[in-house]
């Protein structure tokens, strides 16, 4: 994981509580599969599997999670998602990913019966595109960023697992190789 600050280890896929950090179910990602190809629809499965046994909770996840059919799968699980968009995604309303002539800190919708899509314009040459099955207006924050409300509460969300991956940092499962640690000498 070339973009991680540890050079090695393990990756897992956690589903965990927003407020609490708890991890709530666990799935260590074992590589390739058996057949040597890679797996398709990873993180439909991943999500699906990690969600298993909720009902009538919210998914918060970055853009690696992204498909129609696993939102429709959620949402047959009384699951509503939040979640950001590439924006090279072809389903993505044109009106949405333009930036020339937007106003720093603006906002623009798009809605269908069961997905609220924005876009916001925090700074030149930036656009942040997130999807929600969870919220249905447009709210936006009437503080100074005017930040949309389903920006705030995925930021709000994401921090259960930027806490636990704190706190898992803080202890580390390293050993020490070629000896014990203890002193060569006996200590009087």
């Not at 009538?56 to 939102?71: P, Q």
């Not at 939040?82 to 333009?98: F, G, Q, S």
């Not at 798009?110 to 924005?118: E, G, H, M, S």
Request: with cysteine; charged share 25%.
């Amino acid at each position: 994981m070339p973009s991680k600050p540890a050079k090695y280890g393990i990756k897992i896929w956690v589903a965990c509580d927003a407020q609490s950090s708890y991890a709530w179910k666990m799935q260590v990602h074992t590589g390739k599969l058996t057949s040597g190809g890679p797996e398709e629809n990873q993180g439909m499965r991943v999500v699906l599997d990690v969600t298993d046994g909720l009902r009538g909770h919210n998914v918060t996840c970055d853009n690696f999670f992204i498909s129609y059919e696993l939102r429709q799968q959620l949402l047959k699980k009384k699951i509503t998602m939040v979640r950001t968009v590439r924006k090279n995604k072809p389903e993505l309303p044109p009106a949405l990913l333009a930036t020339r002539g937007r106003e720093a800190f603006s906002s623009k919708f798009a809605f269908t019966p069961t997905t609220t899509l924005v876009s916001y314009f925090p700074k030149r040459n930036k656009n942040v595109v997130l999807l929600s099955t969870l919220h249905k207006t447009a709210e936006i924050s009437d503080r100074e960023y005017r930040k949309p409300a389903i920006i705030l509460d995925y930021y709000h969300n994401k921090r259960g697992v930027d806490n636990l991956d704190k706190v898992i940092g803080t202890y580390s499962c390293r050993r020490m190789t070629g000896n014990t640690g203890l002193p060569d000498q006996p200590l009087p």
